[in-house]
């Protein structure tokens, strides 16, 4: 991580949003101090149910996936959460194939369930509390 304030990018497929809105509420103290980027509907659920402030970008399937993807290869963001729905085909397949490995090549932290990014958020605030 190359800044203070970790910057984290928040996406979740449909039938994950509420699974979303569940993670962040079980760590909201620490999300406040976080620079948040989100998907279209995610981050508009996290602003308005949890009252965190986002960067809102478009929709997924109409684009959003591939600006985050932009933000990390620019180096502006430290880690993503991705809840991906692995049961549901996606008509935007090859942008959430392209954000993951992007992720790969920039070793870029990215939790694709709730399991994965507890550990990641976990880690995240016991690297805060050293620093």
Do not use: W
């Amino acid at each position: 991580m190359t800044t203070t304030t970790p910057r984290i990018a928040l996406i979740a497929h449909d039938k994950k949003k509420d699974d979303m809105i569940s993670l962040a509420g079980e760590y909201i103290e620490f999300l406040k101090m976080c620079t948040l980027s989100a998907t279209g509907t995610t981050g508009g659920r996290l602003a308005n149910e949890l009252g965190l402030t986002v960067e809102r970008k478009h929709s997924g399937p109409v684009g959003g996936d591939l600006q985050i993807g932009a933000l990390l290869v620019e180096g502006e963001i430290d880690c993503v959460i991705f809840l991906r729905d692995p049961m549901t085909p996606q008509p935007h397949e090859p942008d959430i194939n392209a954000l993951v490995r992007a992720c790969d090549v920039h070793n870029v932290a990215c939790a694709t369930n709730v399991s994965t990014a507890r550990l990641v958020l976990s880690q995240l605030i016991a690297a805060r509390a050293q620093a």
